[in-house]
């Protein structure tokens, strides 16, 4: 049977940059790098990128208050800013799936996703053969440029977005993640490698996942 491999490699792709996707709102001052009263912080951790009307390009959360009622960023708000609360969204700064060497990629947080093979299972009897995708998405963090922020923290938050997007699909009782229906199972499988950055500013992350087609 043909498989068209493309359009899963498409849906993972988007589901990935989906993950880090959280949304927002808080009241921001043009000048400022503090956010009042954000109607939450649940999700959100200092190094993770936002964008918003107003806020500057490559802005990231620094700080987070304790009670919830700030959140400051790494560049003051422009003239441009919304009046009212101003909504904010998260997500990678650099997605692609095609990686580049971490001292090519300026804008960080990125992601990216690889197709590494392909794996075949078959059955004699029945003549039924099982594909499964083996792919990985690399993270990487420079965080650690700030040095009030441990690289690794920033990207342990990244990729346990990414791990909790892989949670079973709950709304049928499906113990599987099918990304959407599209597949038999999508799951991170096998040894994740980590380079924290404690030796320097770069953190880096290769997550093994596995797609088996139904």
């Known amino acids: 049977m043909n498989i068209n491999f493309e359009p ?60 919830g009622s ?37 804008d960080q947080p990125a992601l990216f996703l690889r197709r590494i093979g392909v794996t075949d299972e078959g059955n004699h009897d029945s003549g039924f053969i099982i594909t499964t995708l083996d792919c990985e998405a690399w993270i990487y963090c420079n965080a650690g440029q700030d040095p009030n922020i441990a690289p690794d923290s920033v990207l342990t938050g990244l990729e346990q977005m990414i791990r909790a997007s892989f949670a079973p699909d709950g709304d049928y009782g499906d113990p599987l993640f099918t990304l959407g229906g599209l597949v038999y199972w999508a799951r991170i499988e096998g040894r994740s490698d980590i380079s924290p950055g404690d030796q320097g500013s770069q953190a880096i992350a290769r997550i093994p996942i596995r797609v088996t087609l139904p």
């Open 70 to 106: 700030t959140i400051t960023l790494s560049e003051p708000m422009t003239a441009d800013t919304e009046t009212g609360p101003t909504q904010f969204t998260t997500g990678f700064l650099t997605a692609s799936r095609r990686v580049q060497h971490w001292t090519q990629v300026a």
């Open 8 to 67: 899963v490699m498409q849906a993972l792709f988007a589901h990935l940059q989906g993950a880090a996707t959280l949304t927002f709102s808080a009241n921001a001052t043009p000048g400022s790098e503090v956010l009042t009263a954000p109607s939450g912080i649940e999700g959100l951790f200092p190094g993770l990128p936002v964008f918003a009307t107003g806020s500057a390009d490559g802005a990231l959360i620094t700080a987070i208050a304790d009670d």
